[in-house]
């Protein structure tokens, strides 16, 4: 590996230098420019290229720059936008390469800090605590639409981390060009110039939360849900449950938005809060045990059953019974059936009837398909039911397995038990599966988000074409691919 390089670029006759850095030994996020081997301590796994800004001739000259990417781009052309901050940190959550591919499926539409958690994602969990927005070093195909912004006072921090009081407080004392660390792990970075020595690498020696699994977004959904609520209502008041014929119980621990609709329902907050954002609706009928989260202009239907440590997403609609699972948003789980130790993307939709177990018949730790291995791992938990990547869809009485992954784009219907792993754009059941055709699936999801309002971007095409492509290996012989 090389050593620090130098590119710039210009507007105006401006121009900026910038320093990239590497963590590990090969660029696995599609860009160019070399970097070196760092410390040790950090695995070769953990590889990441942070970009900033370093200096500039005037803040006048600020604007949009282009990096003309010679090696796998090439001849593309990168426009990033250039954000002056005078007071206070520019935040760039950075996609540990590691982790991001140990949480597929849902990385791979999205950052790793875009994933929810609680009741916001980790990048909103971010922007709350400094009062910033932030913005994302992550792969190639995914940074058009989640852009980075650099600026002159740059605090570069793993986006799988979740904040806390005591972390805000260390991340905000960090000198310029260190480094804090826990253990093989890279927290956060300010300003990194040079590689990490022991005399610019501080070491974090409180325990912070960390979802590098995909089954700890429902593990930690609980404690997340807590801190979000305590976060987002301190200081405010709720809006009054109003309808006489709801029953209420620890009335102290459930917030209501402006806007919520609630009828006949019950709401059970005495073992965890319940929030209910804006403009969403709880059905009548309905029965909810906190610690429960629903999303703006969600909605949960009639005579559904929410069992505690619970999110559903924005503009989701959900009923059955779930328990202890999170729904990003824009998904449906509309009719009955159960859902429970699952984590759904965005707008994915289950069928009428469909169920997903999750517990083993002979209680034994679940095993989930990673992506990280291209093998079955043990979760070591006891109940783990469903990992569902964006845009995917079950038929009526669609059965999972424990322990069932689908990724991004696919499509299961049929009777008897599918794989417990199926990968994108599969279109099938337990009686096999062909190729979901790309410009068909991208036909459906225009309709899908038409009837939500919601633009089916071009970015969004881009992604989806990437992951076709990245994922053609995974569709040879999806059915043996059994734990």
Not at 7 to 15: F, N
Not at 156 to 170: Q, R
Not at 278 to 283: D, M, V
């Amino acid at each position: 590996m090389g050593g620090r390089e130098r590119v710039s670029g210009h507007k105006s006759g401006g121009k900026f230098s910038f320093s990239s850095v590497f963590y590990g030994q090969k660029d696995v996020c599609g860009y160019c420019w070399p970097g070196r081997k760092i410390q040790e301590q950090i695995p070769e796994e953990s590889i990441i290229l942070l970009l900033f800004v370093e200096k500039s001739q005037s803040p006048a000259s600020a604007g949009l720059f282009y990096c003309a990417h010679t090696h796998k781009y090439q001849s593309e052309v990168f426009f990033l936008t250039i954000r002056w901050l005078f007071l206070g940190m520019n935040i760039v959550l950075f996609d540990d390469p590691t982790i991001r591919v140990a949480l597929l499926p849902f990385t791979f539409t999205r950052p790793v800090s875009a994933i929810r958690v609680g009741i916001l994602t980790i990048a909103e969990k971010w922007e709350k605590r400094f009062g910033n927005e932030v913005s994302f070093k992550t792969e190639a195909y995914l940074q058009k639409k989640f852009p980075l912004i650099s600026a002159l006072d740059n605090l570069l921090i793993n986006g799988a981390v979740c904040p806390d009081d005591l972390l805000i407080d260390t991340l905000r004392a960090l000198p310029e060009g260190y480094y804090l660390v826990k253990d093989a792990l890279l927290i956060a970075a300010r300003n990194p110039e040079d590689a990490m020595t022991a005399q610019n690498t501080i070491e974090y020696q409180n325990k912070f939360t960390l979802i590098d699994r995909p089954w700890k977004i429902f593990r930690e959904n609980a404690d997340q849900l807590k801190r979000d609520f305590k976060l987002i209502t301190a200081g405010r008041r709720s809006a009054p449950v109003s309808d006489k014929y709801t029953a209420v119980y620890g009335e102290e621990n459930i917030f209501l938005e402006e806007g919520v609709t609630v009828l006949s329902a019950v709401l059970n907050a005495e073992s965890g809060p319940i929030y209910l954002a804006k403009n969403s609706i709880i059905q009548e009928g309905v029965v909810i045990r906190g610690s429960f989260a629903l999303g703006e202009h969600a909605q949960i239907n009639m005579g559904a059953k929410i069992r505690g440590d619970t999110t559903v997403g924005p503009y989701s609609k959900v009923g059955g019974e779930v328990s202890n699972s999170v729904i990003f948003g824009n998904s449906n789980k509309a009719h009955d059936g159960y859902l429970g130790n699952s984590v759904l993307g965005e707008w994915c939709n289950l069928g009428a009837g469909t169920n997903s177990s999750n517990l083993k018949n002979n209680y034994e730790p679940v095993k989930l398909w990673s992506h990280a291995t291209g093998a079955y791992r043990s979760t070591g938990l006891q109940f783990c039911g469903l990992m569902m990547g964006d845009h995917s869809k079950s038929g009526i009485g669609t059965l999972f397995n424990t322990g069932t992954v689908v990724d991004v784009c696919a499509n299961i219907f049929g009777g008897g038990l599918p794989p417990t792993y199926i990968p994108s754009f599969a279109w099938g059941g337990s009686a096999g599966f062909s190729v979901y055709r790309l410009d068909k699936a991208l036909e459906t999801i225009n309709k899908v988000m038409a009837r939500r309002n919601a633009d089916f971007s071009e970015d969004d095409k881009e992604i989806l074409l990437n992951v076709f492509k990245m994922t053609a290996g995974l569709r040879d012989k999806p059915d043996s691919h059994k734990a």
